[in-house]
Each structure stands twice: as C-alpha cells, then as structure tokens.
C-alpha cells in the first residue's frame, strides 16, 4: 500500500466544459484515504459535472486528475471502476426493468471472485435489510428509497476504495433521507471514502469531516463540516439564514 | 424452447414436458401440414422461417440492447448479395454455400459495425433516423450501382443464383425415393431453415444469460449506470450490431439460395418496418415472443389474400375490398388493438435476463410483483 498521507483523489485545476460552455472553470480539491468529504453548492454549480468526469463519464477539458497518485484523465470509465472508483449516479440510475437481485449483482460486474461477491451480497444485505425482503422484486417498482439503497448496494458490490453519491437524498422524504445517510456513515466506517454532492447542505455539512462549497464551477470556499457551518456566509447562502 | 412451450395455452402451464413435445411435434410436421393446403402455404413456412431469423437478429439488438434499428433489412440484403455475388453466373463465380454463408455473415457483421460505430452517441428516435437512412442508402446502391461498372445489375437484380448445395447434393432438386416417390424442395429448405432457426434459439439463447446479455439489459435499461458499473458500453453496442446484423446476413444468404434471385425491391424500408413489427407484435425481448410474432404476421396476411376474396364474393357476391388492401387494413387494426391490450406483445418480456427456471417455479409471484 502507498503513503498513508497522500490523497486517494486530487483534482489540480480541473475544467470540464460542455462544447463551448466551460462548465467547471478549474477547481482543485483533494481527499485523503477513509475520509468522508461533502461537495455542497447550489443548482447549476458543476457539482454533479465534476462527479461525472471523476468518474469518467464526461471528458476532462484542462488539469489533472489524479488517483491514487496516477494521472486518470484519460482513462475510460469502465477502467476507472476496476481501480476502485465506484459511481451511484444522480437520479439513481437503477436497472429498472431487472431483479433488485441482478441489479445488485450488476455491481459485480467486473469481478470474477465469485466466493467473494456472495459474501459482499451478505454484507450489503446486513448493511441494508430492506434490500434484502425485495430481492425478486422489478427495480422499477421499488420507493424512491429502496432503489437509492439498491444503487448504493450495487456500488458496493464492486468493492470500491472511493464512493462518489451524487445527490443521494434527492427527491426523498426526510425519514427516508436519515436512513440513506445512516447507509452511507457505516459505508464509510468501513474505511471506503467518499465524496458526497449535496443540495441538503445542512445534513451534509453536519455529517461529513470536511466540505467543499461550489458556485458557478469554482470552489469559494472550503473547511470542517463544523467550521463551514458556522460560517455565516455559507448560512446565509445555503441555509437560508 | 421452454418458453414456446410454456406459452402454450392451457397445457404449457398444466404440463410443460407435454407442450414441448407439442412444439417439436408441430415444428416437424409443419409443412406436412400446410401442403394439405397446397404447396403456396409451405412455401410461405419457407419464409416464415427466414422471418423467424430476422427477428431473432433484430430482437437481439433491439429487445435485448435497446438499441432501435430501422435499417435492419440492409444487413438481410448484404447476405443476400454476397451470396448472389459468389454463387451465381453473375460474375461466374461459384463458390459452395458453406463459403458463402459465412461470407455473408461476415460481410454483414461489419456493415452493423460500420453502422455502428458513428451511432454511438445516439439513442431513441436519432438512433432511429440514422439507422432508417443507412437502410435506404444500401437499398439505394443496390439500385444504381450498375453504372459504370455493372456490380449489383441495378434493379433487375441478380438472376440463377446457386441453390443450396449439401455434401454434393442439390437440394433445389428434391428428393427422389424409389421411382414414383419425390419429396419437393420446399420441404427440405423448411428443414434446412428450421435447423438454422433451431441454431440461432440456441445461441442467442446461451448469450441473454452470459455475461454479454446482461450488459445489454444494463445498457438497455440506462446507459450512464450501466457505464458506472464498469461496463465498455461502446463495445458492447457495436457487439450488439454486429451479432444481430450477422443473423441477417445468414437470413440473407439463405433468402438467396431459395429465391434463386435477388433485387433491391426485397430490402425496402417496409421490410425492415415488417421485421420490427414482428417483434414488438410478438413481446420485444423475448425470444419466444419474437418467434411467435415472425411466424403470426407472415402466415395472417397470407391467410387474410386467401379468405378475402372467397368470403367477399360468398357475402356480397363481388370483391369490394382489393384482398391487398384489407390486407393493410386489418393488420393495421389487429396492431392498434394488441397496443392497447397488450402493449408488451403476445409473449412479454419478463424482467430477469437471468434464470428463466426462476420465472417458471415462481410464475404468481412475477405477475404479482408487476
């Protein structure tokens, strides 16, 4: 294993434009191995294109990205999960015609270490109880809860070193919310690290080590959870104070 | 097989080792059956068959990937030109069919990859669009690409295009047992063709479970997520072309050998309109479907030219309605009402690409979920 000290993700002054329109105008941020760090900002700030282009479903246009120390720019999508580098889209992103079942196993795609993937089924279906009383069930017809469980259960399934959830409580009732986060924490005590993108700034700054705020694809400011918290721009911005 | 039989009514879900018998039984005897008719009706079985195959191609593609294909007969055209071209007097050369068939599929395989590859980025009715162009843009070559150098002889089409020749044996030709016995043609091409339709169940069969089939369903389902999980999207979508243009290569090809002509007229837009309308008719996704909704919508319109007429003249005694037309007419409405009644199909898709012996034992618990 490599130096405990040297970050899992390091963006240097990334930009990620859409044809002309420069979407993310270079943004540097980083995150240390096992750390759970939020990317909070309004609509339309980049955030979930910055996600994307970690995760390589979208280009980068100027920068580096870094993982694990290696420069990945350039590496396709499906490489980049094999690295360890698992997406839970936004919206969910669901098989929604499969077997909660085999979207899970989805996950596994991948893998070929079939011993190991039934006992990651376990250790999702622990994580995640309800997942389990809906195995055989159409994805479709699941709550907007479940499927977000079964999207994080399926992330899972690829044994991941870094977790990126774009917007895991969107469009989620507030119960339904807390539990999802209580998902993520003991995700993240598992030693995974994670990169979250929230609109709920509130639940993600009082949840996560470290923050990250964006407006109009720059990064404004950036501190604790507990410091941004404080901060009374940031409550006056995102908490509507 | 198993959901052929299973599809049965009544006796596929009292006894499915009964059914099935029924469906070999029937397979067999199917020709024995509709010459009983007259020889027109096993011919039409001859092309049923050919359909059953272009449907499975094209199911591959769009039940199983998601990917819509409006140009899908180009690729059922492509087997059958290169079969004209290497076993016919057109350019005098004569290869045997077991060159030639693979040829075809070949060359078809790559004309889905060489449709593939600007597609990409494309999906739904865009998809649509550029697939329906690629169509007619063949069909069109075909046409004109006889000046100023004669290859494909324009619209007159290729003519004595080599029959199917097997170990030595011509079967265009017949069978000849004893010396007032002979078993026509159009018998042994139905069998040949079942073997080839029996084959393809197999093979797309076997890849709805692999691996492959299942990036298919992930790609069908959402492309983004499917990427997100680790999956090379852009091979899987050209393996998705190319693997179902192959089936209408090796549909083409043997369209060929049977016809013993080709012309550009047999690859028209409504061609391809035709195969996808079997397919979406029969439940998209579901090989069963798909071949119960190939061989439905070739035998009812022929059964429709036969009765059109005869009960026309018995009610009113003329012929109102021109057999051709009624003909659209009720294909048309029998489509209108099988959206509306059963908009997946006669035989819909069950959800799992996965361990149909699952669906099978739990049958209640999959309508129940839905």
């Known amino acids: ?241 | 097989m198993n959901q052929l039989a299973l599809a049965i009514p009544w006796l596929g879900k009292r006894n499915p080792a009964a059914a099935r018998w029924v469906v070999i039984a029937l397979a067999l005897a199917a020709p024995l059956i509709a010459v009983l008719f007259g020889k027109t009706w096993v011919r039409i079985l001859d092309f049923a068959m050919l359909y059953v195959m272009l449907a499975i191609g094209l199911n591959l593609v769009v039940g199983f990937a998601g990917l819509l294909d409006l140009g899908y007969i180009a690729f059922y055209a492509v087997g059958a030109y290169t079969f004209a071209f290497l076993a016919s007097p057109h350019f005098d050369i004569h290869l045997p069919f077991w060159l030639v068939l693979p040829a075809g599929a070949g060359f078809a395989a790559l004309a889905g990859i060489i449709l593939g590859l600007p597609t990409l980025r494309l999906r739904g009715d865009y998809l649509a669009i550029v697939t329906l162009g690629f169509g007619e843009i063949v069909r069109i070559f075909l046409n004109n690409l006889n000046h100023p150098i004669n290859i494909t002889n324009g619209p007159q089409g290729i003519n004595m295009v080599d029959p199917l020749v097997l170990f030595g044996w011509d079967i265009s030709q017949g069978l000849q047992i004893g010396e007032s016995f002979k078993i026509n043609s159009l018998f042994l091409y139905y069998y040949v063709f079942l073997a080839f339709v029996v084959l393809s169940i197999i093979l797309v069969q076997r890849l709805q479970i692999s691996r492959i089939g299942r990036a298919w369903a992930a790609i069908r389902d959402d492309e983004l997520a499917a990427k997100a999980i680790g999956i090379n999207t852009r091979n899987m979508k050209l393996l998705a072309f190319s693997l179902g243009a192959t089936f209408g290569g090796v549909s083409g090809g043997l369209f060929a050998a049977f016809q013993g002509f080709v012309s550009p007229e047999s690859f028209s837009l409504m061609e391809s309109i035709a195969v996808l309308t079997m397919i979406v008719f029969g439940g998209m996704g579901n090989l069963a479907g798909v071949i119960v909704g190939a061989l439905a919508l070739t035998a009812l319109p022929e059964i429709l030219r036969y009765v059109a007429v005869p009960v026309q003249q018995a009610l009113f005694d003329r012929v109102i309605l021109d057999p051709e037309v009624l003909r659209m007419l009720l294909l048309s409405l029998a489509m209108i009402f099988m959206m509306l009644l059963r908009p997946s199909g006669l035989i819909p898709a069950y959800s799992r690409y996965s361990r149909p012996e699952l669906v099978v034992g739990k049958e209640s618990s999959g309508e129940a979920a839905k």
């Open chain 1, 1 to 241: 294993m490599s130096d405990a000290t040297k970050p899992l993700l390091q963006l240097r002054d990334t930009k990620i434009s859409y044809g002309a329109i420069e979407a993310v105008k270079g943004i540097s941020l980083e995150l240390a191995k096992g750390e759970l760090v939020s990317l909070i900002g309004a609509n339309g700030a980049g955030k979930t294109t910055t996600l994307n282009a970690i995760a390589g479903l979208l280009p980068v246009a100027g920068g580096e990205v870094l993982y694990d120390g290696a420069k990945i720019n350039a590496l396709p999508a499906h490489k980049r999960l094999r690295q360890g580098l698992a997406l839970v889209p936004e919206g969910r992103g669901i098989f929604t015609r499969l077997t909660v079942e085999e979207n899970l196993r989805m996950g596994a795609y991948c893998r070929r270490d079939s011993d190991a993937i039934e006992a990651d089924m376990e250790r999702v279906f622990t994580m995640l109880p309800r997942v389990r009383e809906r195995l055989q069930q159409v994805a479709g017809t699941l709550s907007g809860g479940e499927q977000q469980m079964v999207a994080i259960g399926r992330a899972l399934l690829s044994r991941p070193r870094l977790l990126l959830l774009d917007e895991p409580s969107m469009g989620l009732a507030p119960l339904v919310v807390e539990k999802i986060f209580e998902v993520i924490r003991s995700v993240a005590a598992e030693g995974v690290t994670i990169l979250l993108v929230e609109q709920n700034a509130n639940l993600a700054l009082e949840f996560s080590q470290r923050a990250y705020v964006m407006e109009s694809g720059r990064i404004t400011l950036t501190g604790s959870g507990a410091d941004l918290l404080a901060d009374p721009k940031v409550r006056a911005a995102y908490l509507g104070e």
